[in-house]
C-alpha cells in the first residue's frame, strides 16, 4: 500500500527512495539495538547487525544539506539510532498509525511522548489528537489519483465494501451487516482472521486466512457503491478509507465522528453511524445522490501536493 501512494515522488526530480527493511533480530542483537538506541551514541558501532549492506550505503550518501522524511517509520528504537546516523539538519518523521496502536501501554506511550521530543526531528501525525496530546505537529493523510482504468469498472448497485483485519471487529460487522441488509444493500466483506478471532456465523462467508493484494482491493473499491470503516477506538484521524473513498468518488459509511470537520465532508457522500443509528437512516443515505468534491480540495491529500510541505 505504501509504494503505491509513494509512486508519483518516483519521477519528481530531487526526490530519492530508501526503501527501509527490518528483519526479525536475534535476542543478542536486540539487546545491543537497545544499547544503541538509548545510551551508546557513537556513529556506526553495531549498524551490521541490525541494517542490511544497502540500507547502510544507502544512507551513508546522505548529506547535511538534504531534507530528509521518514514515512511510516514509527518504531522509537529505529528512530533514535537513525538519529544518530544521518547528518541531515532537516528531519521529519511521519507517523502513520495511531500512538495507542504502535504502543499498547501507557509507560511505553509516555516513554515515546519523552524521547520522541528528544529526536532532533520534526515529528508529525495524521491524528489531529494525537497531535494535541503528544505535542505532535499535524499533517493530512495522504493518497495518490487511481489510475483511470480503475474507473471503468462496472458497480455493482448498493454494494458496501469492507476489507480489514478482525481486531475484535466481527460482533459489530455482524450487526452493520444485517442493517446493510435490511436498508436494501449488499454487504462485500473480506475480514482477516487472526488467532483471536471469535467467527460469528451470520459473517462464515466473509472470513479469510491471508490478506488480499492492494491491487484487488483497488477492483473492489471500484465496483462498489460504498466503503465501510470502522476506526479504532480513540482514533481521530482518517484513514485510508476514508481517502479512497474520497479520490474515488465513493460513499463511505464510517464511525470517525471527527470526519465532519474535514474540507471534504458532506452528508450525501458521508454517513457517520452509532450504535443508535436507525436503518432508514442508512437507506435513505444510500439512496441520496453523490456530490462531487472539487479537485482544489481534494488535491490537498494528493502525494504529490502533500510532499512539498517537506521539500
Known amino acids: 500500500m505504501c509504494p503505491y501512494i509513494l509512486e508519483p515522488l518516483q519521477s519528481m526530480e530531487g526526490i530519492r527512495f530508501i526503501m527501509f ?3 526479525r533480530l536475534p535476542f543478542l542483537t536486540k539487546i545491543k539495538r537497545f544499547l544503541r538506541a538509548f545510551i551508546i551514541r557513537k556513529k556506526g558501532l553495531w549498524t551490521n547487525l541490525f541494517y542490511n ?3 547502510i550505503r544507502e544512507i551513508s550518501e546522505i548529506k547535511p544539506d538534504d531534507k530528509v522524511l521518514f514515512f511510516s517509520i514509527e518504531n522509537l528504537k529505529e528512530l533514535l539510532i537513525l538519529d544518530k546516523e544521518i547528518p541531515a539538519k532537516k528531519r521529519s518523521v511521519y507517523i502513520w498509525n495511531p500512538v495507542a496502536t504502535i504502543n499498547r501501554n501507557l509507560f511505553s506511550r509516555a516513554e515515546y511522548f519523552v524521547f520522541m521530543h528528544l529526536l532532533n526531528m520534526n515529528i508529525l501525525t ?11 505537529s499535524f ?17 455493482v448497485a448498493n454494494s458496501v465494501f469492507f476489507i480489514g483485519q478482525d481486531k475484535y471487529r466481527s460482533r459489530r460487522l455482524a450487526k452493520l451487516a444485517i442493517m446493510l441488509t435490511s436498508a436494501g444493500a449488499q454487504p462485500v466483506f473480506y475480514i482477516v482472521k487472526g488467532k483471536h478471532t471469535v467467527e460469528e456465523p451470520t459473517l462464515k462467508v466473509f472470513y479469510h486466512d491471508v490478506g488480499m493484494s492492494y491491487a484487488n482491493v483497488l477492483e473492489y473499491i471500484q465496483r462498489s457503491s460504498c466503503l465501510l470503516e ?14 479512497e473513498a474520497l479520490f474515488c468518488q465513493k ?10 470537520d ?19 437512516d442508512v437507506k435513505a443515505f444510500l439512496l441520496s445522490p453523490y456530490v462531487p468534491i472539487s479537485k482544489e480540495i481534494t488535491d490537498n491529500y494528493e502525494i504529490e501536493t502533500w510532499i512539498k510541505q517537506f521539500v
Request: glycine share 2%.
Open 53 to 55: 549492506e544497502r540500507i
Open 126 to 136: 495524521f491524528d489531529k489528537d494525537d497531535a494535541r496530546k503528544y505535542r505532535f
Open 21 to 23: 527493511e527490518r528483519d
Open 230 to 243: 470502522i476506526v479504532q477506538k480513540g482514533q481521530s484521524g482518517i484513514t485510508l478509507r476514508t481517502l
Open 139 to 155: 499533517a493530512n493523510q495522504v493518497y495518490k489519483y487511481p489510475a483511470k482504468s480503475l474507473h471503468q469498472k462496472e458497480v
Open 262 to 280: 474535514y474540507d471534504f465532508y458532506h452528508p450525501n457522500n458521508v454517513f457517520i453511524y452509532t450504535d443508535e443509528t436507525d436503518t432508514n
Open 251 to 260: 460513499k463511505l459509511i464510517t464511525n470517525n465522528k471527527a470526519v465532519k
